[in-house]
């Protein structure tokens, strides 16, 4: 995300009563009882509101039970998904508050960011830790949900934004749902009047979620299926504790950088995972998602995605069961401190890398990288492939009605996530039937090529709801245009 974001820290600070109040919202921490037919029933202590959400469903078809009793990938050893009925519950909460919208217009309006209206909502949040799985394992994650305020139950359910986050650390605590920036970009499309929910990823976790198991970065499935039970877990909470309103089933994935790769392998999964939602489209802003092609190019060339995919097979490793391998792809005494040094701080970046390929990586992934045959190197290249969208084994489900679509945004200018890659990426994705649009915003850098289509992203969120027919663009992608949020001072 754009540093100039962080700027929210100071705004916040300024305004303490609007942004970090610690006042409780109506309602105490409380789960929603299941009713007779195994679906999600909420009522108030009152018996004001009642809300169902469709009950936990996990595959179910032949092609779906396929991927359910065998996902591993790479040699990893074999495991199951869990369908166990503790999936998608809340265990307890964290903190709920008010949010201050004013304080998020008045950043974008500060940076020349143009929208095409403003919030108009109140919204509050609380966080909340919850169950999952990882590798078939039960395990707790947690989370934020923010909410309109000024809505009553005759409104209607609200539709749910599932929002994936760029990258924030690799250990316990580094996840973004007690980031006051990040809240600020949560609330902001709850002033929308959506249900907005934030996972922490696995291994980031707060409320006491301490794991010995470091976040698995870029590992798609395992980030898909916590935020899929991260939604389930929000219907689970008292309806009190998200605004006194229903939720609607009814979900968009959207995410920015990891959270777009994450975005994506979300959209990948569901008809797998959760075939009880329905999810309406996705949003991946300037993703990693042909992770391959970007492999190569960073570990032929030192540059700002070095770092990153460092990270990324440095915490692959331990998630395929190959931690103590690593000699295999960095030399000493890389091999030993990386896993250390990543999980040491929520802020360790490529400046802590060594200045030469020649002094991190074994002369065989350079090698590999160099003749475009990285793919082939294995497990490594396995572990890189299998979390492509491109690459990957796992098929894309055909699951969705006409009106769903996928909005795949670039950045012309982007130096971390290389965009000639991605649009390769996206005219494979589209070529392959995926219902997917492209944009690439002229002249925007990485971070803010999530912030200037933001314009397009709110309209994108709305047609998808609204049930709109998607008309797909073409798979060779089209060049950089100005995208609707560009800053007015932007030649």
């Known amino acids: 995300m754009r540093s100039y974001f962080i700027t929210l820290l100071s705004l916040c600070a300024i305004a303490v009563v609007g942004c970090a109040d610690d006042e409780m919202m109506p309602g105490d921490a409380a789960t929603d009882t299941g009713a007779a037919d195994g679906s999600r029933d909420a009522e108030t202590d009152a018996g004001v509101l009642s809300c169902t959400f469709p009950a936990l469903r996990i595959a179910g078809t032949p092609e779906t039970d396929a991927l359910a009793s065998s996902p591993a990938k790479c040699g990893a050893p074999a495991y ?136 698995a970065y870029l590992v798609g499935e395992a980030v898909a299926l916590a935020a899929l039970d991260a939604v389930r877990a929000a219907a689970d909470l008292d309806p009190s504790q998200r605004g006194n309103t229903c939720m609607a089933p009814r979900v968009l994935v959207y995410g920015a950088s990891q959270g777009g790769h994450a975005a994506l392998w979300t959209e990948r999964i569901a008809p797998y995972y959760a075939p009880e939602l329905e999810i309406v489209g996705a949003v991946a802003t300037v993703p990693p998602s042909a992770l391959i092609d970007q492999s190569e190019r960073a570990f032929l060339t030192l540059v700002s995605a070095t770092g990153n995919l460092t990270a990324a097979l440095t915490l692959m490793a331990p998630w395929y069961g190959y931690e103590d391998r690593l000699d295999e792809v960095f030399v000493a005494p890389w091999d030993a401190d990386l896993p250390g040094h990543l999980l040491s701080a929520c802020d360790v970046g490529a400046s802590d890398l060594p200045a030469t390929l020649e002094a991190l990586l074994q002369p065989a992934i350079s090698s590999a990288a160099a003749a475009g045959t990285l793919a082939d190197v294995e497990p490594w290249g396995c572990m890189l492939a299998e979390n492509d969208l491109v690459q990957t084994s796992v098929p894309r489900l055909d699951a969705y009605g006409d009106g769903y679509g996928v909005l795949f945004i670039t950045g012309e200018a982007d130096t971390l996530v290389h965009t000639p890659i991605e649009r390769d990426g996206y005219a494979a994705l589209c070529g392959a039937g995926m219902p997917v649009q492209y944009l690439e915003c002229e002249g925007a850098e990485h971070g803010p090529a999530t912030f200037w289509s933001l314009p397009e ?34 030649p």
Do not use: K
């Open 80 to 215: 199951s998904w869990s369908t166990d009925a503790e999936l998608g519950t809340v265990r307890r909460t964290g903190f709920t508050r008010p949010f201050l919208l004013a304080l998020v217009t008045a950043l974008f309006e500060s940076e020349g960011v143009v929208l095409p209206e403003p919030p108009t909502h109140t919204v509050a949040m609380q966080q909340y830790a919850y169950v999952t799985q990882d590798r078939g394992a039960l395990v707790e994650a947690t989370a934020l949900v923010t909410f309109p305020t000024d809505l009553s139950p005759d409104d209607g359910p609200r539709d749910v934004i599932l929002f994936l986050h760029g990258t924030s650390g690799f250990a316990n605590a580094c996840g973004v749902s007690e980031s006051l920036a990040y809240q600020g970009l949560a609330a902001f499309f709850s002033g929308y009047g959506y249900t907005t929910v934030m996972p922490d990823y696995l291994g980031l976790g707060f409320l006491e979620t301490e794991t010995d198991e470091p976040h």
């Open 457 to 490: 992203t709110l309209d994108f969120m709305a047609a998808r709801f609204r049930g709109d027919a998607f008309d797909g663009g073409a798979c060779p992608a089209a060049g950089p245009s100005r995208c609707a949020g560009t800053p007015v001072a932007m």
